[in-house]
């Protein structure tokens, strides 16, 4: 009885220790195995198979779709000895959109959505290749990288791919192993191949270096990251915590009602549970002042509207969004990857540095493959070209031969020939025996020299193989890179953004209904006086440019209010748009008040501000002077600049070092000067004393600083008219006198529109109300005396000036599009020579344009 329980012999063994053993076993497994990424192609094994598989099926983009199903059970029964739901999660997320970055798998049917609804089951869906993903396991028949067997060893698969572009950093990766985590965030395709071409010509440079091209992660869902210290510390360390915030726009709705709209939300945030969340908020009186929310979203893209009670402040709603919703969350970057097949968290340059090390084996490998393949068949023509040299022995020898193996050793005995070498003489055609097949092969031969020669310098100068890495992916970028999706904003007392911003001047201006953009000054083409000018935005119906600022990205640049408040931006935190887009929202930009207009825009210095002063002018003739510093901190909700009366708005803002004069223009063509220090500097919320005295229908139009006596007074009336005059006719006067005429007002002029102080080497810009620019040269308008009316500076027809600013001085360009001259106001015919608006003559124009690029001299026209 006691046979049955007898078992052999029992080995006695260690509880703890086989634990021990058989857990350190597993965890490896599944870091090696299944959780964290290789550092040289980015990819996990299931992902790796996953391409490898539908590769081996030849489910390329070039050839039609497959059943998902197919696929799961391709890499199930090959390679992948795990469950289905694995594979398949892996397939799907892998063509996402919104969840990688750039998707290795096209998918065709319901593959999920960022409202976290699941994909269809695998045997609805169908898949193929991306085209990116062919670069993954480009040259993998070439033996650029090592197999090994699968579970069952009966097939061979890939180690790791070829990965013909830095796929860890651009699709990023996430995965929990046994003790360690991986949560690598995705970047933009462009700027890391950037950073590598910049690496290959620059060995022995610093993150810093790197971070240049690689400005932060690029997610695919958009949003815009929350300051630099999050990206300075992941790319350093490898770990760091990134802020990402939802992006929005704040539109403006009837009887002061504003709306939310949010476009963008963070990485892998569910869009459904975040309306939810914010649905439930409301409903639970945590959050006052929405009146109504809806997904608006479509195929056409995303758009969360929140509509908000009368009154409410935006800015106020939006910050207890970000606090209490994944309207703004933080990314906890880890940089962990395999690397020789241990865990290590690696810094940027580090990530980089593995990867063109991998690219710099695989293309060592790639040449050997074809250094050796054309060695041999290079063998092979020395064989047939000896045997076309003797042919008449050769046949001979085959003729006597009984067999092909004597034929053989018969070729080989003779002619000094090898086994290969015989064979191919066996093989070979007929044909081959021509003049013409002779010579082909001869040519052949030459250029298999060559070739092998080339692969040989390759194989031993670095320098020239790592220039093949930086031209194969440089050819990826140029052919796959896309726009960055993801904006980065600054935060206060982190790293200064200004050192990652290229200098250049730029042109800013600001719409009658609040809409604000910035673009280079170059631009706009200098003219001649009397032109038509070019369309500087394409204004929505009722709204117009109403001012307009030359100024450059790295100045500080102030905001002044209508209603006395005063706002900070740097110059390149205003978007840039084209010449003709309409701009940002800038309520989007700046926390105001209903109806609140910006009035002045003013770039300030960042340093010595107890050296300066802001005088500021209103409507109805109160002037203000207040030193620079009392601004020195200005909250993100504005100061109060200056105290106003009833019905009054402040209209300009000059900076001085103190000791200038000032000079005020009215609407009905006085002008008054006098000494800044008839005014004392007061606090900020002090009113201001009067200027100049203002009739009942006049008020003040603009506000110079006298710097310099060689400029003159330039005075532009609304219906184009203008005139220099020079500063000595301007006596000094006392401050709150009624001035002196600086225009003749008649209705053919209109009243003033602006006067300034101008210099000979500066151009102007005119700006009309529906939005048309011209630039002219000052030099170009003459000089009157006060009392005269000018000489015409713009045709405007039914139009009007509303804003005149000086900029530096540019050379005249041949203009290319034809829409310049095809935009006047006006139909007047005398300034561009067009008499007909047909599209004949538009077409002559286009054609007259690119046949004489340069205007003829002496003409008139705005070309």
């Known amino acids: 009885m006691n046979d049955q329980f007898n078992i052999g012999n029992l080995t006695p063994l260690d509880v703890e220790e086989e634990l021990k053993k058989s857990f350190i076993s597993y965890a490896m497994a599944v870091i090696v195995s299944r959780a964290l990424p290789d550092v040289r192609d980015g990819l996990k094994p299931v992902h790796r198979r996953i391409l490898y598989s539908m590769m081996e099926l030849g489910n390329t983009p070039d050839k039609p779709y497959r059943k998902s199903a197919r696929i799961v059970g ?10 289905d739901s694995a594979v398949y999660d892996a397939t799907v997320r892998l063509a996402q959109p919104f969840n990688t970055r750039y998707p290795l798998v096209d998918g065709q049917g319901n593959f999920g959505s960022v409202d976290g609804d699941g994909a269809a089951a695998m045997r609805y869906t169908e898949v193929r290749l991306q085209k990116l993903a062919l670069e993954m396991v480009r040259d993998l028949d070439k033996e650029t990288v090592d197999f090994y067997p699968n579970f069952d060893e009966t097939l061979m698969q890939p180690e790791v791919m070829p990965a013909r572009f830095p796929n860890l950093l651009v699709n990023g990766s996430a995965g929990i192993a046994v003790g360690m985590a991986t949560n690598i965030p995705p970047h933009n395709l462009g700027e890391v191949i950037d950073a590598c071409v910049y690496m290959i010509d620059h060995p022995d440079c610093e993150v810093d270096d790197l971070m240049k091209f690689i400005k932060g992660p690029d997610f695919p869902t958009g949003g815009i990251i929350l300051g630099q210290r999050g990206i300075y510390d992941t790319y350093h360390t490898g770990r760091g915590r990134i802020i990402v915030r939802a992006k929005h726009e704040i539109e403006e709705m009837t009887q002061n009602h504003q709306r939310i709209v949010v476009t963008e939300i963070p990485y892998m945030v569910n869009k459904a549970n975040l309306v939810a969340k914010i649905a439930e908020l409301v409903h639970e009186k945590r959050l006052e002042g929405i009146s109504d929310i809806r997904d608006e979203s479509d195929r056409k893209g995303m758009r969360i509207a929140i509509e908000l009670k009368r009154d409410v402040s935006a800015n106020v709603v939006l910050n207890y969004l970000y606090k209490h919703t994944q309207m703004q969350e933080t990314f906890g970057a880890i940089m962990l990857a395999l690397v020789n097949g241990e865990p290590k968290v690696l810094s940027l340059k580090s990530i980089i540095h593995h990867y063109l090390e991998h690219q710099k084996d695989v293309i060592t490998r790639r040449t050997k493959y074809e250094l050796n393949k054309a060695e041999a068949r290079a063998h092979i023509l020395e064989g047939l070209l000896i045997a076309l040299d003797r042919i008449d022995e050769v046949i001979n020898l085959i003729r006597s031969s009984a067999n092909p193996a004597i034929a053989k050793q018969g070729l080989i005995d003779n002619f000094g020939l090898d086994d290969k070498q015989a064979q191919a003489i066996l093989d070979m055609r007929l044909q081959r025996l021509t003049g013409l097949e002779r010579d082909r092969l001869q040519q052949e031969y030459a250029d298999l020299e060559k070739l092998i020669a080339y692969y040989k310098q390759v194989l031993a100068d670095e320098v020239l193989l790592m220039g093949i890495v930086k031209d ?11 726009p960055r999706r993801t904006e980065i904003s600054a ?25 604000v953009k910035r673009l280079p000054s170059s631009t706009y083409r200098a003219q001649r006086r009397g032109g ?23 100045d500080a640049i102030m905001f002044f209010t209508d209603k006395g408040r005063a706002f900070k931006k740097f110059c390149y935190e205003i978007p840039e748009a084209g010449r003709t887009s309409r701009g940002t929202a800038i309520i989007n930009m700046l926390q105001l008040d209903g109806g609140e207009k910006v009035s002045a825009i003013l770039p300030v210095p960042e340093e010595n501000k107890d050296d300066y002063y802001l005088i500021m002018a209103t409507r109805k003739g109160i002037i203000k002077r207040i030193e620079l510093s009392a601004f020195a901190n200005i909250r993100k909700t504005g100061l109060i600049a200056v105290t106003l009366k009833e019905n009054d708005s402040l209209i300009a803002v000059r900076l001085t070092r103190g000791d200038s004069q000032l000079m005020l223009g009215s609407r009905n063509g006085f002008s008054i000067r006098f000494d800044e220090s008839e005014l004392r500097a007061i606090g900020r919320s002090a009113m201001g004393v009067r200027s ?14 006298v710097d310099d006596e060689s400029k003159t007074v330039l005075a532009i009336t609304e219906n184009g008219y203008g005139k220099r005059t020079s500063l000595d006719e301007f006596r000094v006067q006392s401050r709150a006198g009624k001035g002196i005429k600086a225009m003749q007002i008649t209705e053919k002029t209109g009243r003033l529109a602006a006067q300034l102080l101008v210099s000979e080497d500066e151009d102007l810009m005119l700006i009309t109300v529906d939005g048309t620019i011209i630039r002219i040269p000052v030099s170009s308008i003459s000089v009157q005396g006060r009392s005269t009316q000018g000489v015409r500076l713009m045709k405007v027809g039914d139009s009007k000036i509303i804003r005149v600013a000086p900029s530096s001085k540019e050379e ?52």
């Open 74 to 83: 391709d890499v199930l029964g090959k390679y992948h000895p795990h469950g």
């Open 472 to 482: 194969e992916i440089t050819e990826i970028r140029n052919k796959y890179a896309d």
């Open 491 to 515: 935060l206060d007392g982190e790293i200064d953004m200004l050192d990652l911003i290229e200098e250049e001047d730029m042109v800013i201006t600001i719409t009658h209904n609040g809409y």
């Open 532 to 554: 038509k000018g070019v369309i500087g935005a394409t204004a929505k119906e009722e709204d117009f440019i109403e001012q307009l600022y030359v100024t450059s990205t790295h």
């Open 692 to 705: 100049m005295d203002l009739s009942e229908d006049d008020e003040v139009v603009d506000l110079s600083v």
């Open 812 to 863: 005249e360009l041949p203009e290319e599009a034809a829409e310049d001259n095809a935009a006047g106001p006006d139909g007047d015919s005398d300034a561009d020579g067009i008499n007909d608006n047909s599209p004949n003559a538009l077409d002559r124009l286009l054609e007259d344009i690119e046949n004489n690029p340069e205007p003829p001299a002496n003409d008139d026209s705005d070309i």
